[in-house]
Every structure is written in C-alpha cells, then in structure tokens.
C-alpha cells in the first residue's frame, strides 16, 4: 500500500481536470462563457464610443444689434447672430429657433434640453461694457438638469460660442433650471435609474429562481397529472410575484425617498404605479425566460444576459443622446430605457399622466407581449 | 411508539376477473427524442376497477414512462390510451380529477407542512374546506402523520415524505392511485403496512397502479405485468407467472425472461 501524503499535486490536477471537464459538457455555460462578454464588451464598447450630440435646444436672438456711432464710419454691431451662428455649427447641440417661452415649455415636455434667450440690447450692452461703463451683458438659459451629462454639455457649448465670439469674459450667463427651479444633485438624478435597475435585478432574480425551482422539485409531474392547466398556474405564479414584486417595490422606493431623501416632484401614486407596471413586466418576462432553464444555475445565469445590455442601453450610465443612431433605435426595445424615463420624468420633472402616456404604454404593451410569450411557451407536460 | 405493523395478514387476496375496465391501452409507444429511446414499446395493458395492479421490471424498462403516460403527464409516441372510459392525453384534465398520483421523486414541497403540501393539493381538486379538513385527518391518522402535521418537509425522513406524498395522491378519494416505485427503499415495517393500506383501498373499490423493481414485493399484487426493455414480457397473477414459467419466485421469472441479458446494456 502507497504511502498518503499530507498534500498531493496530482490529487489538485485532478480536481481542475474534473471541474473544466463538467464545465465543457455544458454547452449552455460554454455558449454563455462566450456570449455575455462578447455581447456586453460590444454593447459597451459602441455606446461608451462617442459624446453627446445633436442635443434639441431652442434659441430666442432677440439681439436688435448696436449702431456703433461715427458718422460715415459707423458700423453695426450683431453679438447675437455671431452666437447663434457659432451655436449652429457645434454638433452638439441641433438649434431651433423661436420665443424663450415656448422654448421653455419645450424643455418642461421633453422636447428641448434647454433654450437661450439672447436679449434685445445684447450687442448694446456689450459695446458700452467695453466703452467702461459698468454693465453686464447677459444670456439667459433655461436648462434640464435631470441628467448632469447632457447639462454640462450644452453648458459648455454655449461657453464655447460665447468664447468664440467675445474671447473670456464679457457675459453673464443667467442659469435657469426647469422642473421646479431645483439644481438636482448627483444623487438625485441617479435614484431614479437605480429604482429601475434593482427592480429589473430583483424581480427578475427571484422570479426566474422561484420559477424554476418548481421545475426541478420533481412537483411539476404531480401537477401536470392534476387539475390544474399551465394557464393557471402561471396566473397564480403571476400573482404571488407581483405581490413579492410591489414589496420589492415599497422597500426599494423607501431606502430611496426616506434614507437619501430623493426627490419625487410628481404623484407618489404615479410612480408606484409605474414602478409596479414595471415590475410586472420583469415578472412576465421571468415567466418566459423560465421556459429555457433547466435548473437554478441556467436560470441564474440569464439575468446577466437582461441586465447588463440593459443597463448600457437605458441611458443610465451614458446618456442615450451619444450612442450612434442605430443604437438609438435599440434602446426603444429595452424595458429598462422606457421605465427610467417613467421614474426620472416623475420624479426629476414632475411629469403627471398626460406626460408619460408614452411611457406607460410601452411598459403596458411590452407586459403583455412578454405574458403572450409566457404563455406560448409554458410547458403544460413533461418534454418529449 | 405506534406501531405500523399489518398485524401479520397473509399475503393472499382473492380478487375476482370480469370487473369494469378502467385503463385500457393499445399499441403504446413512447420514443424519447432526446437520444431516440424507445423506452415504452407497443404497450397492451388492461386494468380492471379495484384491482392492485403492479408493473415491475428493472430500472430503465418503461415503469415511469407508462404510468407518466396513462396519468397524461406524458404524451405517447403513437398508440392509445383510455383511462376511467376517457382517451388520454386529450380528455386527461377531465380524468385528473379522478386519479392521484405518488410520483417516484417524493414531488413534495420541501419549505411547506405536511398539512400544507396535502391542503395544495386538496384545493387543486377543488375540495371545500370541510371535506379538506375531514379527509386530512382522516389520511394523517391512518398514514400515522398526525405528530408531524406541522413539520416542513425538509425535517421528514424519507419514509414520512413518502406517507405524505401518498396523502397528497388520495386526498380527494380518486378512483385510481398511481404509486410509482412507492414502496422502494422504505422500512420493511412501513412497506408492510404500505401494502395492508393498498390492499384496503382497493377492497374499498380504489384500483392502484403502482410499479417497483423489487421484483418479490410484487407478489402481494392482484396482477404483475413484467416489463422488459418498454416491453409487457409476462402478465398475470403471480401464481400464474410462476407456474407458466416453473419457478418459485418472481425474480426466477425475471431471470429466465432476461436470458442472461441485463437489460439497461
């Protein structure tokens, strides 16, 4: 008999070896060892890939321009047009023109993300600033700062045009910000996508696992001989994860609210609702995804596979206005994209209803679209 | 302690041909596509009311394809099956109301009570809460539960998972009980009563279906049907069997039936 030693090499050899055997019988681990970082890196790569661009703003050059006095040799001074021209060539903004007010009712629906007001005696004031009077020439912005990206860059293409045209200084920039006047904090502009994601992670998890952990507790042959059709039991399974999923919901929105005392200038009963809407969806789409699992581990493994590619797409990391086109077109199809418009748009702008219909018809027709999906695909029998 | 003893009845039980049918299968075929196993292969079956009808054969032959199968948990390749009159699958959530089934797995909650796990399965019948709560303590008393009606099933032995399993299968009186390999690896003393207990539901009218690879217990049936690779290779009452083929046992039958052949090879 071989004597035993305390450690052995060979005996680690073989346990690597046994583990990346098991590994490679598992074409469904294999095919998402490959998948999910191949998918992930691209997603990230072409999204993380440029700045923002072609942000909507509205521009009111109510600049009547300045006579510069000196008989024959007198000149005209137009301060405004040089900044609305200088404005009109920077890609990162797409200028309109129109009234300050009606830019701003722009921005308070979404339509602008900001308008410039270039005032009357813009150039005159200029002029005499420089004559040595004490004046200051100013423009006035009223800006969206839910999203701390996309304000600081239509701040710093405005301070570019000003720039162009005037060198340093000279301006005063007068910073209005929409949606209740309140300069929001990093905080609290990120709640409302971290109430999106943790809700997607959440429901998502726990539905998916609690899905299949029926499946592989052998119950499903009694069942299956039972009564009870695949309809219903998906209906009750529904119904026991929205109630998990509106309790997920309530501790999510209250560490939000309560502990870092987020800002919701809209209906709290608006987004519960949509915070429930969207739950809801996830729970549907869980049901689906279940279908594919054929234990724990497979169903764990998915989640990824939703969350990741929805959190590049959403906006929640990189403002959708700076992914390429077709990216854009993308993000229309990802829940995730749709619900923190819902939750920032409540939230941040104190959107009510009439504001959100969109929001909320999306999130409704994907939930029944993933339901539709759950039931096309619910086994109602053992697989042949 | 109580005791789960029969009392030492004998094995014998006289049971009487000529009764209603009440599964009846024709040409039965079951090809898994996973890998093409014919695992059921041309299946006749004739099961008459309140009989105990027992399927053995070693593990791989066909046992849990069958009763998956004549419970419509399982669609056939090709062939038929009726079952209390009904054809399955396509009439088997009519039939589901009248059959019960213990499957092989215990197909248990294991977070739930006892009474939790047979209270589920009593409202999937749609019992009203009286006849829930008369027919639980009637099962948890003769399955002799009524101790562990509150323990999660996570902290049962298996023998006791195995009784609840069972409550679960009769809660709401069916006509037929399927009890798939119901007694194996169980207490000797808990397969003895097992037995009694089956022996006295079908006495009661009930006809139980079970199967087993443990080829001596199926002696205590009213009729064997030996499988062999998804095939029905010999079928009667065990006197007969033995008899037919000039042995003393049923495992003798099963060996000379093989040829010396293991079967899952």
């Not at chain 1, 860059?153 to 301006?171: E, I, K, P, R, Y």
């Not at chain 1, 919701?264 to 429930?276: N, P």
Request: aromatic residues 8%; hydrophobic residues 45%; positive net charge.
């Amino acid at each position: 008999m071989s004597k035993t030693r305390v450690f052995s090499l060979s005996r680690v050899v073989t346990v690597t070896w046994r583990v990346l055997t098991q590994i490679s019988r598992d074409r469904r681990t294999i095919a998402q060892m490959i998948f999910i970082p191949a998918t992930i890196m691209l997603i990230f790569g072409f999204v993380a890939g440029g700045a923002a661009r072609n942000l909507a703003i509205l521009v009111d050059n109510q600049d009547t321009g300045y006579v510069v006095p000196g008989g024959q040799n007198s000149s005209i001074l137009h301060f405004g047009d040089s900044i609305l021209s200088s404005l009109q060539s920077d890609d990162r903004v797409s200028v309109n023109l129109g009234s300050f007010d009606s830019g701003k009712a722009g921005v308070d629906n979404g339509n602008y993300y900001a308008t410039i007001m270039i005032p009357a005696n813009f150039s005159e004031t200029l002029f005499l600033r420089n004559t040595g009077q004490s004046l200051n020439a100013s423009v006035t912005i009223y800006i969206d700062g839910t999203n701390p990206t996309i304000e600081a860059t239509l701040l710093a293409a405005l301070q570019s045009s000003l720039q162009n045209t005037f060198g340093s200084g000279g301006v005063v920039l007068s910073e209005q910000y929409a949606f209740g006047g309140v300069q929001f904090s990093g905080l609290d502009v990120s709640i409302p996508a971290v109430i999106g994601l943790v809700l997607t992670q959440l429901v998502l998890i726990i539905s998916i696992v609690t899905l299949v952990k029926e499946t592989t507790s052998g119950v499903m042959s009694r069942l299956y001989a039972s009564p009870l059709s695949a309809f219903e039991r998906l209906l009750g399974f529904s119904f026991a994860l929205l109630i998990l999923g509106i309790g997920m919901t309530g501790i999510i929105l209250f560490i939000g609210l309560v502990i870092f005392g987020a800002i919701v200038q809209g209906s709290f009963v608006i987004l519960l609702s949509g915070a429930v809407l969207y739950a809801l969806l996830n729970i549907f789409l869980a049901v689906f995804l279940s279908n594919f699992a054929k234990n724990e581990l497979q169903a764990v493994q998915m989640v990824p596979l939703i969350l990741l590619p929805s959190m590049a797409l959403s906006g929640m990391l990189i403002p959708v206005s700076s992914f390429p086109g077709w990216v854009q077109t993308i993000t229309q199809f990802v829940p995730m994209y749709h619900a923190n418009r819902l939750f920032a748009g409540v939230m941040l702008k104190g959107y009510g209803i009439g504001n959100l219909t969109s929001e909320f018809l999306i999130i409704g027709g994907m939930t029944v679209l993933f339901f539709a999906l759950a039931i096309i695909t619910v086994k109602d029998r053992m697989p042949d | 302690m109580k005791s789960l003893s029969s009392g030492g009845k004998s094995l014998a039980h006289p049971f009487k041909y000529g009764k209603e049918t009440v599964i009846e299968t024709s040409n039965l075929v079951k090809v898994y596509k996973e890998g093409a196993i014919r695992a059921v292969d041309g299946l006749n079956l004739r099961i008459v009311k309140g009989e105990i009808y027992a399927l053995i054969g070693a593990n791989g032959s066909g046992k849990t394809t069958t009763i998956n199968m004549l419970t419509g948990s399982l669609f056939p390749t090709s062939g038929q099956i009726h079952v209390l009159g009904r054809r399955i699958p396509n009439k088997r959530r009519i039939v589901s109301n009248r059959i019960g089934v213990a499957p092989q797995e215990y197909a248990l909650y294991n977070d739930l009570t006892v009474e939790q796990n047979i209270r589920f399965f009593a409202k999937l019948y749609s019992m009203d809460r009286g006849s829930i709560q008369k027919r639980l303590d009637e099962l948890l008393s003769i399955l002799r539960l009524n101790e562990r009606r509150k323990t999660t099933i996570t902290n049962l032995s298996g023998g006791m998972k195995r009784r609840v399993s069972i409550a679960c299968a009769l809660i709401h009186q069916p006509d037929i009980a399927f009890f798939d390999e119901a007694t194996v690896g169980i207490d000797p003393v808990l397969r003895a009563f097992f037995w009694d207990y089956f022996r006295s539901l079908a006495e009661a009218g009930l006809t139980v279906v079970l199967t087993s690879h443990v080829m001596d217990e199926a002696e205590r049936a009213n009729r064997i049907g030996l499988m062999r690779a998804g095939k029905l290779v010999e079928e009667g009452t065990p006197e007969e069997i033995k008899q037919r083929n000039s042995v003393s046992s049923i495992e003798q039958v099963f060996i000379k039936l093989s040829e010396g052949v293991v079967a899952d090879e």
